[in-house]
């Protein structure tokens, strides 16, 4: 069967691997149909229109004809499940997509004219999009009756994994301009809403909660209108069918390759069906589009899994990895990182680095990264934001490059583009470059002392572009970590006429897209990292850009085990930046271990270690570079306990060939459980695998249907047991 496929006699797309199956029926009205989202098929067309011919499910009056009239398939207008609902008619469930043209009106009536199916996955000029081989793309062209604007609606599907792609462009064929009040990247209608929603909000230092409530009647909404992905609420949700967990049943995810505001909207109606809307946010959105323009939705990702939310993580691992990270050295580039910021915030000079370099490498480093505070004035938070020179009465930044060198190490800095202090050059020679400036304001808010770039005005980025490539021509760094520590309070822009203040949001994401993209793509051997206060941009529009993101400024285990657990549903563990700090918690082999099961790294002052803690951290180094890219970057991801549904939190990783396999357990509270078997997944059931936590080796089968045995040893709080199993060749 082809990935794509219409069937003109049945009037039915069908998008279908070997994983899941999608069914659009095209209906008398010109609307497409929703008539199937599920596991794989062998045959599509059952679901050709069963409705009688000639009934009138919805009755109109054609006002040129001066008759009532019912389309000949019985469209039933306010509750059949639709690609794109029309807006401003019988269906008040929600449309994906609304204009206003020069009447004013509201109404939106996108109706179908014709088709294409290509190879490969549409690509939108200066936007974050998946990429890689083996996608067919269904294209839909629809035309909106009155404004004469054209719908490209795309459904892409992969041929080996349960992922789909959706989004749309719209242009305008028409003469006059219509406003863009509402974008949202997809609609999905499902026949039952008997699904329990799960989205992962929280706040700074306390990412990616698990929050799981039922689908219920009326609306339950997702959303961000920060300016950003956010820490509040990640643009990842997942609806996983009754009854469904870790390893069985239905689980859908849902992610938008997109850093901005956005908006996941279920609504549930009379007819029960599940009705849902998601994209950009449209708060405060709106659009000028002039004749002749286009205007692109992020792409939104679907991953279907029948076999629970194990399935469903899997799917999205494999797309992050394979189809949407570019960085060219994403498959083994992931250095082992120490950061300075949480040994030495901004008091350092060379000699303090030189020091730390030395102490870090003795405990496995490979990339030193200075953090924030060695440009411009910058000796606390108040200042320099803005003036990327570097501070040479502070740091002599080509010692420090070329010690790094002698040590062996590569060497990375941080930045943070799209920020100004009011106290720098910057702003001082510019003012009209922060966002809110000469836009009628009488005070603009303040976080952390900085003020947001105008990232909606060409020249801001312009400048920060110009500043960043002087700096990188000149120091040639082999990392950036990119901070962005605070949100949009202030939607205003000096820089764009009042009728396109709606703009503003999604305007600074694009101005964020360019600059990351621009730096990116000259510097391609320069990994970029993304960092939001944490994680609180970690979105796949970040991850487009940068193969991993700092997830969180907590990185004391307590928190931490939460945080780095719940983020693994929606993201590979290869993008969850992830360090050893001094907190005093936990036990350092607890914190390494944790580290392990993401990038490791290190910020702390290492010269505080002890002979004892630098062995430790050591061997973790040494664990991490012998199997992290097999086992934990490549390898595949079983979740065994959450720590949101209990004491314990267990994860393994398994390599592809089932050669290898690293488990972690950690306690929260001490706790005397005396049949503690943690079964394990993944192995090879025939395979024997020795095991370093009892020192025995049993078969993958024995390990799969008894387990380990967790309770053999008296675990204190916060501790944990890193187990690695090896295949035994005999
Ligand atoms: C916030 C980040 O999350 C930290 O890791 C650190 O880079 C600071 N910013 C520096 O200001």
Same mark, same amino acid.
């Given at each position: ?250 689980? !859908? &995810?849902?992610? $938008? ?6 908006? %996941?909207? @279920?609504?549930?109606?009379?007819? *029960? =069906? /599940? ?87 003795? !405990? &496995?480093?490979? $990339? ?6 060695? %440009?411009? @004035?910058?000796?606390?938070?108040? *200042? =320099? /934001? ?109 820089? /764009? ?234």
């Amino acid at each position: 069967m082809r990935l794509v496929d219409y069937n003109e006699k049945l009037r039915l797309f069908t998008l279908s691997n070997n994983s899941f199956g999608y069914a659009i029926y095209l209906n008398d009205a010109g609307y497409l149909e929703t008539v199937y989202f599920g596991r794989a098929m062998r045959d599509y067309s059952d679901f050709a229109c069963v409705r009688e011919a000639g009934e009138y499910a919805s009755p109109r009056y054609n006002i040129r004809t001066a008759r009532e009239e019912g389309y000949r398939d019985g469209f039933k207008a306010d509750a059949a499940p639709l690609e794109v609902s029309p807006h401003g008619t019988w269906d008040k469930r929600g449309a994906p997509i609304i204009l206003r043209g020069a009447r004013g009106g509201f109404e939106t009536d996108f109706r179908y004219e014709s088709h294409r199916i290509y190879a490969g996955l549409p690509v939108e000029e200066g936007m974050p999009h998946a990429h890689g081989a083996g996608a067919e793309t269904l294209e839909l062209t629809l035309r909106e009756r009155t404004y004469n604007v054209l719908l490209r609606l795309n459904l892409s599907v992969f041929s080996d994994k349960n992922i789909l792609i959706k989004n749309f462009a719209l242009e305008n064929a028409g003469g006059a301009a219509v406003k863009i009040v509402r974008a949202m990247s997809m609609q999905l209608d499902l026949p039952s809403a008997d699904y329990d929603l799960v989205h992962f909000c929280g706040r700074w230092a306390k990412e990616r909660d698990w929050c799981e409530n039922p689908v219920h009647d009326g609306v339950q909404e997702v959303s961000s209108n920060l300016g950003r992905s956010s820490a509040e609420e990640n643009p990842f949700v997942i609806l996983k069918a009754r009854g469904a967990d870790e390893t069985q049943g239905e689980a !859908i &995810g849902l992610n $938008l390759i997109y850093s901005g505001n956005f908006k %996941f909207r @279920a609504f549930v109606g009379a007819y *029960r =069906g /599940l009705h849902i809307t998601y994209g950009m946010n449209d708060e405060d959105f709106e659009w000028t589009l002039a004749p002749g323009e286009r205007f692109a939705a992020p792409q939104a990702v679907v991953a279907y899994s029948a076999e629970g939310l194990g399935g469903m993580s899997a799917a999205m691992h494999r797309f992050v990895r394979e189809n949407l990270v570019t960085y060219g050295g994403s498959r083994a580039d992931r250095p082992i990182l120490f950061n300075s910021w949480e040994g030495c915030y901004f008091s350092f000079d060379t000699a303090r680095i030189l020091t730390y370099i030395d102490e870090s490498v003795r !405990i &496995g480093t490979q $990339l030193f990264v200075l953090d924030d505070g060695w %440009f411009g @004035a910058r000796d606390d938070d108040t *200042r =320099g /934001l803005g003036d990327w020179r570097v501070n040479l009465k502070k740091i002599d930044l080509h010692k420090v490059m070329a010690h790094c060198k002698e040590m062996g190490i590569r060497f990375g800095i941080w930045f943070e583009p799209e920020m100004v202090n009011f106290d720098s050059d910057l702003f001082r020679a510019h003012p009209e470059y922060a966002l809110g400036m000469n836009a009628g304001r009488q005070e603009l808010s303040l976080m952390r002392h900085q003020l947001h770039l105008d990232f909606a005005c060409a020249a801001a980025v312009e400048n920060i572009y110009a500043q960043m490539k002087a700096f990188l021509s000149e120091y040639p760094v082999d990392y950036i970590k990119w901070d962005y520590n605070r949100t949009v309070a202030e939607h205003l822009s000096g820089s /764009l006429p009042p009728e396109r203040q709606g703009e503003v949001y999604h305007r600074l994401v694009l101005g964020y897209y360019t600059l990351l993209g621009r730096l990116t793509a000259e510097f391609p051997h320069t990994m970029f990292e993304g960092c939001s206060s944490g994680g609180g941009r970690f979105d796949l529009g970040t991850l487009y850009y940068c193969p991993q993101i700092w997830c969180s400024d907590e990185s004391d285990p307590a928190q931490r085990m939460d945080i780095q657990f719940n983020t693994s549903y929606g993201y590979p563990l290869s993008a969850i930046g992830s360090h050893v700090n001094d907190s005093k918690v936990a036990p350092y082999r607890t914190k390494a271990a944790l580290a392990l099961f993401g990038t490791y790294g290190y910020e702390m002052n290492p010269e505080l270690l002890t002979e004892e803690e630098v062995h430790t951290l050591a061997a973790a180094a040494e664990l991490y570079q012998k199997y992290h890219l097999s086992v934990i970057e490549e390898g595949t991801l079983y979740r065994l306990c959450a720590p949101h549904s209990g004491n314990y939190m267990c994860m393994q990783c398994v390599s592809q060939d089932r050669s290898a396999s690293l488990v972690i357990f950690m306690n929260k509270l001490k706790e005397g459980d005396r049949f503690r078997f943690i079964r394990l997944r993944g192995l090879d059931g025939e395979k024997r695998y020795r095991n370093d936590f009892d020192g025995q080796t049993h078969t993958g089968e024995y390990y799969m249907r008894v387990g380990l045995n967790f309770s053999r040893e008296w675990l204190g709080e916060f501790d944990c047991r890193l187990v690695l199993l090896t295949e035994e060749v005999l």
